[in-house]
């Protein structure tokens, strides 16, 4: 085969033939692709690029076409190169792959990806990293050349692989196609670990098997601090407004030992009377240590601390601590979260943070109306409260009450900071939709104006299934 002409054209041109093996490549090819034709003539192309060919043109080359009709993929990447690429079946088995520069608007896409701020990785079948952008560079501290063909897991605290999660993202990207906005941690070249967000899609040109994907990952370390400032703040707030009740709560059952110290101390008692007021006295005594503990509770840090969490119990101590103000408001309390629903893996102060202020707020509410109701109803449900969640169940919590309801106007704005109409510190409600979303759950809010607003919390449980 006569191909020295081809020698002199600019652009990359290269053959294989029906085993998918270089035949030929032209000069511009081995400039282009840093390769040498004497190197790589009679190997695999699979082998010659390996995991920096497109996945699309390598499914077309391997194994060589047996059609008599030419192809084309727009903006595909070879090597460190994104080509324009044509791929014509010729005679005797060899097929011809000639590259041109990206034309049309995907022209300058690989470099607005390749310089994206934001990192930038795909992944193979077999979860090797094949890209690896600038962006990427930045916050993991690898250089391309360091991580490309090493396996994504490398990325992964040894924590989240021994609690499977590589494998339940991988079952959610195969039955969605997309997992978005996932919130975890991933590890640096220097071993600190980064809190980030990632959005991963199954890529366009794989085949029907194919979990090939890219993925883009923001750094939330930034924010997440911010935000852990910003639940101490509010838990400033909130522990102040809850002074007075805790005052009278306490009060009352002080009162109540007082009468019986004083009682004993005159000896005005009988040895049945005396034992039935001690017991009072007891019980009074063990309402306050329970009162006093769920106020250590509510003042943990904002990290998360997960343990196994049972959710009837974190309602029964935020109920516990709002006792006394819900009666002097004559608000009464209907309560449906059966202790047969599963644990959850969960920070229980902080979970107890996030039912203490809607509770609140629907207190407020009703107060303007003089009582009213206030529901809280749990139950396991199925499905996926955000596109892309790798959970396969969900305990959903709707929190309502028969108050005024929230002006349809506001309703958009009432998980906002800083937004209140109530004179509050307008950060309630925005931290208990920060701290379920870091619970891998949702929280949404309805109302009809006039017939009370209701909240919805779906939180995961965990499954392996």
């Not at 999660?165 to 991933?186: H, I, M």
């Not at 709707?398 to 108050?403: P, R, S, V």
């Not at 925005?430 to 949404?444: D, F």
Request: aromatic share 4%; hydrophobic share 45%.
């Amino acid at each position: 085969m006569e191909l020295t002409i081809l020698d002199s054209l600019p652009d990359p041109i290269f053959f294989v033939d029906r085993q998918s093996c270089v035949v030929y490549l032209n000069r511009a090819c081995e400039s282009a692709f840093g390769l040498s034709a004497a190197d790589v003539k009679g190997r695999l192309i699979s082998d010659v690029l390996g995991s920096d060919l497109d996945k699309g043109l390598l499914a077309l080359l391997s194994p060589a076409p047996r059609r008599v009709n030419p192809a084309s993929l727009p903006a595909v990447r070879i090597g460190r190169v994104f080509c324009d690429v044509r791929v014509t079946p010729g005679s005797a088995g060899v097929t011809a792959v000639y590259c041109m520069p990206p034309s049309g608007p995907q022209a300058r896409w690989p470099e607005l990806v390749a310089d994206s701020a934001d990192a930038i990785w795909a992944v193979d079948d077999e979860e090797h990293i094949i890209a690896w952008n600038r962006g990427a560079e930045e916050m993991f501290g690898y250089a391309s050349d360091e991580i490309i063909g090493q396996p994504v897991a490398r990325l992964i605290p040894a924590d989240l692989v021994e609690a499977r999660e590589p494998e339940r993202l991988r079952k959610a990207l195969r039955e969605l196609g997309a997992v978005r906005d996932y919130q975890t941690r991933r590890v640096r070249k220097d071993g600190r670990e980064v809190e980030v967000s990632l959005t991963s899609t199954v890529a366009r040109n794989g085949s029907a098997n194919s979990l090939a994907s890219s993925t883009i990952v923001r750094d939330l370390s930034q924010r997440r601090q911010i935000e852990r400032q910003a639940i101490e703040s509010e838990k400033l707030v909130t522990l102040g407004q809850l002074a007075a009740s805790v005052a009278h709560e306490i009060g009352a059952p002080l009162t109540s030992i007082g009468i019986v110290v004083e009682s004993l101390r005159k000896s005005e008692l009988g040895d049945c009377d005396a034992e039935k007021q001690l017991e009072t006295a007891a019980q009074q005594l063990s309402r306050i240590a329970r009162l006093t503990h769920g106020l250590v509770e509510l003042a943990k840090p904002g990290e998360l601390r997960l343990a196994r969490v049972r959710l009837f119990h974190v309602i029964d101590r935020v109920l516990e601590l709002l006792e006394a103000s819900l009666k002097r408001a004559s608000i009464e309390v209907a309560v449906d979260c059966p202790a047969s629903l599963p644990e959850i893996a969960a920070d229980a102060g902080q979970l107890q943070q996030v039912f203490l202020n809607l509770v609140m707020n629907a207190q407020r509410a009703l107060e303007s109306t003089s009582g009213g109701v206030v529901t809280v109803e749990a139950k396991l449900d199925h499905g996926l409260p955000v596109v892309g969640r790798p959970m396969r169940e969900v305990i959903k919590i709707e929190l309502g009450d028969n108050g005024p309801g929230i002006d349809p106007a506001d309703l958009p704005y009432i998980f906002a900071p800083f937004f209140s109409r109530s004179g509050g510190s307008g950060l309630g409600l925005a931290l208990a939709k920060q701290i379920v979303h870091a619970h891998g759950g949702t929280i949404e809010a309805r109302s009809t104006l006039g017939s009370g607003a209701t909240f919805t919390i779906l939180l995961p449980v965990e499954s392996d299934a």
